[in-house]
């Protein structure tokens, strides 16, 4: 799988409104889709909910996920974690699911980054650099 060609990555404009998970869903059903990488700050039902569908079928033809989610937050819901645990459960080693609690008063697990590897690129969707 090439990653990288050289070429410089473009930033995405939408007209109208934009739905986040509408293009993660898009993403989930590319055929193509090895590996879901999700690293983020924060998870909770009512987002993870809304590609829960996209995300078991993924699942269910083979894909692998790998689920980061932070919990020094106070955001992230427990459920987000048991949905994680779930889909381990049930789909045994194409998934792998962690949190992260760090122990410092000064830092944050911080992160909302989403890569989708297909089978000869791979899409990298980063979000609020701050």
Excluded: C
């Excluded at 410089?8 to 590319?30: A, C, D, K, V």
């Excluded at 055929?31 to 998870?43: K, Q, V």
């Excluded at 033809?61 to 645990?85: A, K, M, Q, R």
């Amino acid at each position: 799988m090439k990653v990288s060609d050289g070429t410089i990555p473009r930033q995405q404009t939408y007209s109208g409104e934009f739905r986040f998970f509408e293009r993660i869903n898009e993403l989930l059903e590319n055929e193509d889709l090895r590996l879901l990488r999700i690293a983020s700050a924060y998870a909770r039902w009512d987002g993870l909910g809304l590609i829960s569908e996209q995300l078991e079928a993924f699942l269910q033809s083979g894909g692998n996920v790998e689920l980061i989610f932070g919990f020094d937050n106070g955001v992230t819901s427990p459920d987000s974690f048991l949905y994680g645990l779930y889909l381990l459960d049930t789909y045994g080693s194409n998934v792998y699911v962690g949190a992260v609690e760090d122990p410092y008063d000064n830092a944050t697990f911080h992160p909302k980054m989403y890569q989708f590897w297909l089978e000869d690129h791979a899409t990298i969707i980063v979000g609020s650099a701050n």
